[in-house]
């Protein structure tokens, strides 16, 4: 694999960042100078990241009960005795509602003394017990999902339409609750991450309503406000894309330019072609601009084969006019939109014409035109989702 994506990879794995900021000893648990007892803890797992996450605890746990829910293909083994849960993403499946009720019913009942929520990206998808209808909340999260909204405006109505989500699985609790969380969301508000099962909601309903009625979908009977106050819930920030540019940063003449990139992806791809276009530049070569984050795809129409980094690729091959320069867009789940690769990798040198490039972004293909040219990133399910990095390297 090339050395940069093997890099941004290794640095996005959540197990490096728990041996950093968590101890687990002598039946305590300590995350950044915080300490919680226990005698037989209840590990929940959810996300992109759940298998690696709570194989980190399990090894060193012996009296627990444990609940992993994962991603269909992810092949990485949950290293010790856990009830587990292969649901969807992006959008849940029967499997995933199975998820939402057994977390409930854990919480509810089983014997516990202390619950160790690990939570990273895709967990809105995979794990839910949903207020309206099954069939009806799943188209719902097609249509918000394509729309070009933001994660944050996304899960704003998803806390709201939902019994797992928004703080609800915390005020289910029968004991204190420490969620630690690898972030795939700009800006880290952690309560957006997952939808936040336990972390309290400063969301509201009438934020979800105009969301909901702003795009015409009319479920506002079955939005439920969220808990605003949760007394037995600490939450840690585990990892996140900020970390990852952090340490990249190491790299020839590195500038982190943002770790929170949003809009329309490719916007991104336009604006990062404008800069090495731009002679003006205050740094010289060699340099490299970092950045993470999750640009939109707004999709009208129909769709095939491609992704945010796809898109953001394309458009800076559309404008870019210097030669030397290398952009990549990764992913970190290894996933990106609805392809089976992570993303791109793409060179000022590339002769591809600007009437295929445009086609291919009108039609949100842009897979079928990176194979082509033999630029796809294809890493497979990762087992972490700190979000996608962009490296844009002029030597």
């Not at 329309?264 to 404008?274: H, K, T, V």
């Amino acid at each position: 694999m090339d050395q940069v994506i093997d890099r941004i990879l290794r640095l996005s794995d959540p197990r490096q960042a728990l041996e950093r900021k968590v101890q687990v000893r002598n039946n305590e648990l300590v995350v950044e100078g915080s300490r919680f007892q226990f005698s037989k803890p209840l590990v929940i797992s959810v996300g992109k990241a759940s298998v690696k996450m709570a194989n980190f605890f399990l090894e060193k746990l012996s009296n627990y009960e444990a609940i992993v829910v994962k991603p269909k293909g992810d092949n990485l083994t949950v290293e010790g005795h856990a009830q587990i849960i292969h649901s969807s993403h992006p959008y849940p499946d029967d499997e995933s509602f199975r998820a939402g009720k057994l977390v409930r019913e854990a919480l509810m009942t089983w014997d516990y003394d202390l619950v160790i929520f690990l939570l990273s990206g895709g967990a809105s998808s995979l794990m839910e017990d949903p207020i309206p209808p099954a069939q009806l909340y799943v188209e719902t999260m097609k249509k918000l999902v394509t729309s070009g909204l933001g994660i944050d405006e996304i899960n704003t109505v998803r806390k709201h339409l939902s019994r797992v989500k928004g703080g609800r699985l915390a005020s289910l609790a029968r004991s204190q609750v420490v969620t630690l969380v690898v972030s795939d969301v700009p800006g880290n508000d952690l309560s957006v991450v997952g939808s936040g099962p336990t972390i309290q909601d400063p969301s509201t309903v009438d934020e979800a309503r105009q969301i909901l009625e702003q795009l015409n979908l009319d479920l506002v009977q079955y939005l439920e406000e969220t808990p605003k106050q949760l007394s037995n819930s600490w939450v840690f920030l585990i990892q996140s894309v900020s970390d990852v540019l952090k340490d990249l940063t190491d790299m020839p003449g590195a500038v982190i330019l943002s770790s929170e990139v949003r809009g329309e992806a490719r916007s991104l791809g336009s604006l990062l072609a404008s800069i090495v276009n731009t002679r003006e530049l205050s740094f010289r070569r060699p340099f490299t601009i970092l950045l993470g984050g999750e640009p939109e795809v707004t999709v009208r129409g129909p769709a095939g084969k491609g992704g945010r980094n796809g898109e953001v690729c394309l458009s800076f091959l559309e404008w870019v006019k210097v030669t030397n320069v290398t952009l990549y867009a990764v992913a970190t789940d290894g996933i990106d939109g609805n392809s089976e690769y992570a993303g791109c990798v793409v060179s000022g040198g590339m002769d591809v014409p600007k009437r295929e490039i445009r086609k291919a972004l009108e039609t949100h293909s842009s897979y079928e035109l990176l194979e082509r040219i033999g630029a796809v990133i294809k890493t497979g399910p990762t087992g972490t989702n700190v979000n996608n990095v962009y490296v844009l390297i002029a030597p």
